[in-house]
């Protein structure tokens, strides 16, 4: 199961996911988006079904988590990669109405995702693991609005707490401690910032912006048998920016 699946990262690991043989539950808002890619999967002989909705909706992210049992017989992964945020005013500055939004789609996102999708791993015996999509705001402050640097850091505890209380069903859980990469979100604010291009990555080693489907190849690897004893972690895959 992949959230924020239209585009940017979600979209690059449903395309990943399902060339390396996963059979892939796409979640986003755009309906019609999610239908074309799950199509051109299908036309690769890949599997895909989608599920539109909006993961600050509990029902949704509840009935994305059923079709995914029904359609493949388990949710064996979970790609909890919706997210938003923005480069804003100052902390004192910004409307509620923004830290609203930020805190719902960042942090009750990962959250509703969490509550459906762990009983249903929970309940069959291969448990399965999950990887939630946190930033390198999840670390510092990045210059990114003050909300979305709290509702990273959020969804790096939240995924340190899964990861403890359901280690003895067999799950593991990971945040991905995200840096700068050209989605669509990312490719908006430069064109309301021009100079946020040179900001975003200048305190890394690569100074480049990631392609979306480095990170997915990223979480691929969270969510394979090949990271078997990899849990509780915030994975970097952010150019090197925190190791300076």
Known sequence: MITGASSGIGAAA???FAAEGAAVMLMARRKDRLEE???EIRAADGRAETAP???TD???????VARTVAAFG???????NAGWGAVGPLLHETDDAVFDRIMDVNVRGVWNCLKHQLPAMVAQASGGAVVNTSSTAGRF???????YVAAKHAVVGLSRVA???YESHGIRVNALVVGATRTELMESAIRDIPELKQAAVARAIQRRFAEPVEVARAAAWLLSDQASFVTGGAVPVDGGVGAV
């Open 14 to 16: 449903a395309r990943h």
């Open 37 to 39: 890619l799950a199509e």
């Open 53 to 55: 909705g909006d993961v």
């Open 58 to 64: 509990s029902r949704a992210v509840e009935d994305a």
């Open 74 to 80: 388990a949710l064996d992964g979970a790609f909890n």
């Open 141 to 147: 402050a990045t210059g990114a609005i003050a909300p």
């Open 163 to 165: 990861a403890a209380e």
